[in-house]
């Protein structure tokens, strides 16, 4: 659905596609254990969010040059354009490639070189995210942290991601002070797999103004009567909810009800190469097997670009906002 949006949940390294993995583990000599594309694309069956994490991280072995990170970049921002995407939050795990001996420095500058002329090129706005591993320590997100401050005017924020369940938001409560201090943007994974009271946390602790997923919000009504209350946006990714599992099929997705509810919900990709589909597709799916008329998929764009840090440029996001009013649905 070329609907204009925003997507706000979106980790560039979900978006490698068995074709660029294959061409960059040739670029770079690396050996991937699948014989070709089909036999890789028959490993994205999940049980869960650790049997994909496991996937995951394991392909970002193609991954080693600015260069490949530059493409891995313009190859979503094509497809998201093609979706109706008009700006783009995206997120990155540096810890996924200093741990694999890469500088932090080819990561952010190999994005960069994709972001910075993605409005020229691509017609997409852009904002850079640095996630943490929260299955890592506190103290390597702060190490990160503090790696990237060199590079703060590339990054707006910082969030938090992987696994879950056992590892609480209040585990980095000190790295999102420092990075309040450093004036950056603050969202969390939360409630996706992880209890409501992950969410509570994430908002009451790390101060987060968005939460990623927070799904299971749903379990705790005096949370859903908050999160209306405040405004709360949250990024609901229903495509990946199916392939992990958290929700059985699209037609169970609670996202009517959550929107009944009045919580400022938007829809995403999270990792289409893996899910099967990126925003336009999740925009489709939602309004086919949902339901969604014309005026709820028109409020989740709205949503969108409400709930986008576009704060220095409200200019921008008048004009997408009044994209969305003017677009005609077919
Ligand atoms: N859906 C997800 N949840 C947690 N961590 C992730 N990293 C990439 N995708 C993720
Ligand atoms: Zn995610």
Redesign the pocket.
Known sequence: MSLPKAEL?L?I??TLEPELAFELAARNGVELPYADTDELRKAYQFED?QS??NL?YELMAVLRTERDFEDLANAYLARAAAQGVRHAEI?F?PQAHTKRGLELGTVVEGLWRALGSSEANHGVSTRLIM?F??DDSAESAMATLRAAEPYLDRIVGIGL????VGHPPVKFREVYEAAAALGLRRVA?AG??GPPAYITEALDILGVERV??GLRCMEDPALVERLVRDRVPLTL?PL?NVR?RTVDVLADHPLPAMLDAGLMCTVNS??PA?FGGYAGDNFDAVRSALGLDRERLRELARNSFLASFLEDDEELRARYLAEVEAYEFG
């Not at 991601?161 to 879950?164: G, H, L, M, N, P």
């Open positions: 949940h980790h390294e979900g969010l994909f994490l995951y997120f795990d996630c591993l929260r991601d992987s696994a879950e994974h996706e797999e990623d997923h990714c990946s992990l999270d990792d893996y």
